[in-house]
């Protein structure tokens, strides 16, 4: 229990700390301290509290409610607090902050909120978690140390706030750990408004017009969720008679249907499922931290992981298979509109969406290997995908550019960026890393659920190959000597490295995953069986030493310059015109905009799950 | 045995002419002639041929291409000049743009006159560079794998 | 030891029998041409004679890619014939194709770039129904692993034609036969001088040749698998759907990418996702 209650409280002493402490080195060796400690705390939890069986822990003091109550009450303040700059024409958002904290604190103070006498528990979904948040948030977190620096010589027009910055990603810790480790649903509730609003001040950071447009436009989006939440408390004090997460779940499914698609909604909500994808596309205005927070290992985990918590429920239910549509439909159309984007961040947020979306569709599926599947996804996803957004982030720092055409040949500039980048990309995609192990295994989950759902997966998975794969070509491609551009990155480099060995271990690494995490939650999985592990042991192994051929030089080879119609000049990059003059020629990726065109794709999404939103809540009574 | 006498792959140019020669070359491939029977395939790239078929002379405007070309071809390689265009300049080559035959230009090992050769001839052509193909892998073995001492043409 | 030898065969001897398809088809298709046609030995010929000539490279690095594209294929290959898991054999040959792409970008060149992209495309447009095919047959026999559903007893045809029909549909793509030879094309067809292998030469390109033989025996063994039931019918429909493809390549001219996509999504749709709807409801009541 001390492990929990370190975990969830330490956090906040950085962050007062680095609010308090302006001057930069000073803020520089309190996040390295306060990170290893967390880092070091989550893994103590890790081999400590690991179990079949969830621990429970109960809180006699009735003083951490009336907390708890103040927290809401403060909370809802902050909300109106940063409401103060909207126009009126933006009325509903305070309305939505009001609606909800009034209706939750005027439930709490009255008494009709049922006390939960073991509010905080262990399981091994919540040390993976853990895990994950530690391991990979505080690896984000030493990253942003070094990138803020930069940041702001960049952006002299943005004011210095970084101390700011810092303290929000230390709150999204507290909030982060506050709902893996709660088990009451108003406190879950509690911390869920924390990260909206901690998301809020990392987007609104730039303090640009696009900034507060966008960071309002998530906090709408996010509060949306939160009535969502506060609704399925009032319904699950009044109906159902507790807000025990853990009884609500062994409640008959007919009774607790509604609180929980309630809560799955304000999961979806989080994890940016369509329709509200549009938060986390805006959120990229923000420092590149800052999506790498909310995109991997926070926030968006956040609502996928309160999705699978409810998957008991939802499996077997008409509306639990409503809820894996949604994440179907997003994953879908995530991996279509990613191919036609350019702008290497864009892309990336779209896959997030799109993986998440796989992630909710195991957890609407809901059978054991399903949830196997979700969670191996989930601890996939974050460290490929942190790694991805911190090395697209260093190479904007770096070239001034995060088009993906711009990265042509970066492996001849930046090798060793480059290299940190294709083992993100690859674990994104390829075979057997992390995503592809992940994939196969919702494939064997889903093919005796459903004929619909497999063919969902398949599709959107070689969506995902293509867009992963074009652009991948683009970096590797080799342009010849070029002058080396790695200068400055400093304690980066921590964050790259560490990040892209943990993709490749954990891939090697995921028989123990299974065996010791995921096996006592969801039993024995076919993916653990000898043969399978064998043979992506195999796989990985040639994945792993084949590449080292690289530096092996070959003998016996004839360089001659690449084909050109014999019109060749003497720079490769050159071919000589008809009028006799040399002229530079450029080879772009296919983006078929046609066939992947955003605007018509997002608007057929919206609709699409707009409807499924509908027929999820109308279905309940079935 | 050598396999470079059974499967000489063939690569096609067209310099200055009338293009008499170069249906010609097209023709062999047809069912009538069907030059497939001896493991010839016409490729689009000289990286994968052995056998560098010019019809028509070479101009100023042509010449690095086809420079270019060969340089890009990999050893052994046979040259052909098909045609008398490709030969000596034929009509062409008191012109004032015309360097004359193929010869001007990088090392022809096969000569075909003729206005417009006649695909038995072509074929006949090919099948003795195939001898010759034969004979340059032979040499380069003994030279122990470095390339003959004409290949080294350099813009 | 049974799969140990199925493996050790199949490295061993799926060169020697796709080279000798390979040689059948230049025949067959010279034929269809009424043309005479190369020895049946030919393709060998090819590649030992590509074996000595140059390796010639735009950059030190393209050629090695090549290596690992022939060591997964020979992983996947190993992987089906020991009766391994499909879902892991098709995601082992997803990976082979990627090095091949990779390989393609690497060299920075225009025209092996776009045959690197239209790969790609190809990819896209065929992978959906192989890894269908894969959930048809774990629908009927309740496994993926290929030792299992060679052993069902059941005739999986009957059950999955549609699935069937789609996987030959997409066999054209795979095997890069007309019109469906986008990104690189075999004998003397010839588009965007010769697409992804544009700059591959001599023995970098015979290790290419090699590797395609060694895809057609695996993409043949799969057709195999619907057929597994009885031995003898299998081997016979598989050599006719191969001459199938053959026929289709000889009748058609080469299609653009757009067609490709559409019409090998739709039958991926309505053939593989039709049959597998109607054997779940068949199946499941």
């Known amino acids: 229990m001390s492990w929990i209650i370190f975990l969830i409280l330490f956090p906040l002493a950085p962050a007062v700390l680095l609010l308090l402490f302006r001057s930069v080195s000073v803020q520089k060796w309190i996040v390295l301290v306060a990170s290893a400690l967390i880092c070091v705390a989550a893994i103590g939890l890790a081999v400590t509290c690991t179990g079949a069986q969830p621990k429970y822990f109960s809180i006699t003091s009735s003083v951490v409610n009336k907390l708890v109550i103040a927290g809401d009450i403060i909370l809802a303040l902050a909300f109106l607090f940063v409401c103060r700059r909207l126009s009126l024409k933006w009325y509903w958002i305070p309305l939505l902050v009001i609606v909800q904290y009034g209706a939750v604190v005027f439930y709490d103070l009255s008494g009709r909120v049922p006390a939960v006498t073991q509010p905080l528990f262990v399981d091994n979904l919540s040390v993976i978690m853990a895990l994950i948040i530690g391991i990979v948030g505080c690896l984000i977190t030493v990253y942003t140390v070094g990138y803020m620096k930069h940041y702001h010589e960049e952006h002299p027009d943005v004011p210095d706030r970084r101390g700011s910055f810092l303290a929000a990603i230390f709150l999204f810790f507290f909030a982060m750990y506050g709902i893996i480790f709660s088990n009451s649903i108003t406190w879950i509730y509690f911390f869920w408004e924390i990260t909206t609003l901690c998301s809020f001040i990392m987007i609104s950071y730039p303090r640009t017009e696009e900034a507060w447009h966008n960071a309002f436009r998530a906090l709408w989006m996010l509060l949306l969720g939160g009535l969502a939440f506060s609704m399925a408390i009032l319904y699950a004090s009044d109906s159902c008679g507790t807000v025990d997460f853990r009884h609500l779940l062994q409640m008959n499914k007919s009774a607790v249907l509604l609180p929980i698609l309630l809560i799955c909604f304000a999961g979806m909500n989080k994890a940016a499922q369509f329709p509200f994808a549009k938060w986390l596309l805006g959120a990229m205005v923000a420092p590149t931290p800052s999506s790498a927070l909310l995109h991997s290992s926070t926030m968006v985990k956040a609502g996928v992981y309160i999705c699978l918590r409810c998957s008991p429920i939802l499996e077997n239910t008409a509306s639990g298979a409503v809820v894996a549509l949604i994440g179907g439909l997003s994953f879908l159309a995530g991996s279509a509109i990613a191919i036609s984007q350019r702008d290497g961040k864009k892309v990336l947020a779209y896959s997030t969406i799109g993986n998440l979306g796989l992630i909710i569709l195991c957890a609407g599926v809901g059978s054991h290997w399903a949830l196997w599947a979700a969670v191996l996804l989930i601890i996939f996803h974050a460290l490929a995908k942190a790694l991805m957004f911190l090395a697209v982030g260093t190479v904007e720092q770096q070239t001034g550019s995060r088009d993906i055409e711009d990265m042509h040949g970066l492996i001849s500039r930046m090798p060793l960026l480059t290299i940190t980048m294709l083992v993100g990309i690859a674990g994104m995609f390829l075979a057997p890393f992390g995503m592809l192990i992940s994939k196969w295994a919702v494939l064997e989950a889903m093919a005796i659920r459903s004929p619909i759902y497999p063919p969902i997966v398949i599709f959107g998975g070689s969506l995902m190959l293509f867009f992963w794969a074009k652009w991948m070509g683009k970096l590797i491609a080799v342009v010849g000597p070029a002058p080396q551009r790695e200068r400055g990155i400093g304690i980066e480099w921590t964050a790259l490295f560490g990040l892209a060995v943990l993709t490749v271990l954990t891939c090697a690494l995921y028989p123990f995953v299974g065996y010791y995490l995921i096996q006592p939650l969801y039993g024995q999985d076919p993916i653990l069986s000898q043969g399978s592990i064998c043979m992506v042991g195999i796989m990985l192994g040639l994945m792993v030493l084949l590449p080292l051929g690289f530096f092996i030089h070959w003998k016996n080879l004839v360089h001659v310059e690449p084909y050109l119609s014999g019109a060749n000049v003497s720079d490769p990059h050159q071919f000589m015109g008809s009028l006799g003059n040399a002229r530079q020629w450029s080879f772009r990726n296919y983006y078929m905009g046609k066939f992947f065109s955003e605007e018509k794709l997002f608007r057929g999404s919206l609709v699409g799950s707009i409807a499924l939103m509908v027929l999820m809540f109308v279905m309940e009574k079935l | 045995m050598a396999f470079i006498e059974k499967s000489p792959w063939i690569f096609h140019f067209d310099g200055s002419s009338c293009n008499g020669c170069d249906i010609e070359v097209l023709a062999c491939l047809t069912p009538m002639y069907d030059v497939e029977r001896f493991g010839v395939i016409n490729t689009g790239n000289p990286k994968h041929s052995d056998i560098f078929l010019i019809t028509g002379s070479i101009n100023n405007q042509n010449k690095p291409v086809v420079e270019a070309i060969y340089n890009q071809m990999g050893d052994p390689k046979v040259v052909i000049a098909i045609g008398t265009c490709a030969t000596s300049g034929h009509f062409f080559a008191e012109c004032y743009n015309i360097l004359g035959g193929v010869d001007t230009t990088i090392p022809v090992d096969v000569y075909i006159p003729g206005c417009a050769v006649r695909p038995e001839a072509i074929i006949d052509s090919v099948v003795q560079a195939m001898a010759i193909l034969g004979e340059k892998r032979k040499k380069r073995k003994t030279n122990g794998g470095a390339l003959p001492a004409e290949a080294g043409i350099k813009t | 030891m049974n799969a140990f030898f199925w493996i050790a065969g199949y490295i061993l001897l799926a060169p020697v029998l796709g080279g000798l398809i390979n040689g059948c088809d230049r025949i067959i298709t010279a034929r269809m041409q009424s043309r005479v046609g190369p020895p049946v030995l030919q393709p060998f010929y090819d590649v030992f004679k590509l074996m000595e000539k140059d390796n010639l490279t735009v950059n030190r690095f393209h050629g090695y890619y090549l290596f690992i594209f022939l060591a997964f294929m020979l992983v996947s290959g190993a992987m089906f014939f020991g009766g391994q898991d499909l879902l892991m054999v098709i995601f082992a040959f997803i990976v082979a194709d990627m090095f091949l792409v990779l390989g393609a970008y690497s ?179």
């Open chain 3, 107 to 285: 060299t920075n060149s225009p025209y092996s770039s776009i045959g690197a992209e239209r790969e790609l495309l190809q990819m896209l447009a065929a992978e959906p129904m192989m890894l269908l095919s894969a959930v048809g047959f774990y629908m009927v026999t309740g496994s993926f692993h290929v030792s299992e559903i060679v052993a069902c007893d059941k005739s999986l045809i009957l059950y999955l034609p549609g699935v069937f029909a789609g996987f030959c549909y997409v066999l054209t793509i795979k095997l890069r036969k007309s019109p469906f030879d986008l990104s690189t094309s075999h004998h003397a067809h010839q588009e965007l001088v010769k697409g992804i292998t544009t700059e591959f030469a001599g023995p970098s390109l015979a290790l290419i040749e090699i590797e395609h033989w060694y895809e057609t025996i695996l993409l043949l063994g799969m057709i195999y698998l619907f057929f597994a039931f009885n031995p003898i019918v299998a081997v016979l429909v598989t050599l006719f759907i191969y001459f199938l493809e053959i026929l289709i390549d000889n009748a058609n001219a080469r299609v653009k990418w757009e067609l490709m996509l559409k019409s090998a999504w739709l039958a991926t749709i309505i053939l593989g996702g039709g049959n597998l709807l109607v054997l779940y409801f068949i199946l499941h009541g």
